[in-house]
């Protein structure tokens, strides 16, 4: 009788904890660094706005800024692209402090070098000047304090491996 006492207190604690990461309404900025697969001199730094639509769904928005140094010997060159993502991230996982997420989204880069990696793309499209897919991402995420998180994420693009990107950063929520 007391192991299943034990055993129900358990599930009904975990169940709260899974929950315990956002608050419904809660508003996350953060910034990021990441680093290309793809290219080995290429760098991002990049800015995101996380919303908490319940406990265990956000919607994200996110900038990247791609840079790849290009050296010969007179010069060093400095070439890159800008890439805007929109997603949803669910929880998969929460142990709190600890959370891992994953989600889907919409990613858009404007990247003149797509000719030449479009052969690895598994879904994309190419209007003008920019490139549309998706991307899956999965994210372990860490509470620092109440409003301050540092996070890990691996982001696979469908536009091919070149574009895919590990990303380190932190978002704080600025009304808690």
Not at 124 to 144: D, V
Request: glycine share 10%.
């Amino acid at each position: 009788m007391m192991r299943r006492i034990f055993l129900l207190m358990l599930l009904w604690c975990s169940g709260y904890v899974s929950y315990a990461q956002y608050d419904i309404g809660a508003m996350n900025y953060g910034l990021v660094a990441s680093k290309n697969f793809g290219e080995e001199k290429e760098f991002g730094l990049g800015l995101r706005i996380e919303y908490a639509f319940n406990c265990s769904t956000t919607f994200m928005a996110e900038y990247n800024r791609s840079l790849a140094i290009t050296s010969n010997k007179e010069n060093q060159e400095y070439e890159g692209y800008n890439e805007f993502a929109l997603g949803v991230n669910l929880i998969l996982f929460n142990w709190y402090p600890t959370t891992i997420t994953a989600g889907i989204g919409y990613v858009g880069n404007d990247a003149n070098d797509f000719e030449f990696f479009e052969d690895d793309a598994f879904l994309s499209l190419q209007t003008g000047g920019m490139i549309h897919g998706a991307q899956i991402k999965i994210r372990a995420l860490h509470q620092l304090s109440d409003p301050i998180h540092i996070f890990g994420e691996l982001n696979v693009k469908s536009l091919g491996s070149r574009y895919h990107t590990f990303l380190i950063g932190f978002s704080y929520d600025f009304y808690n």
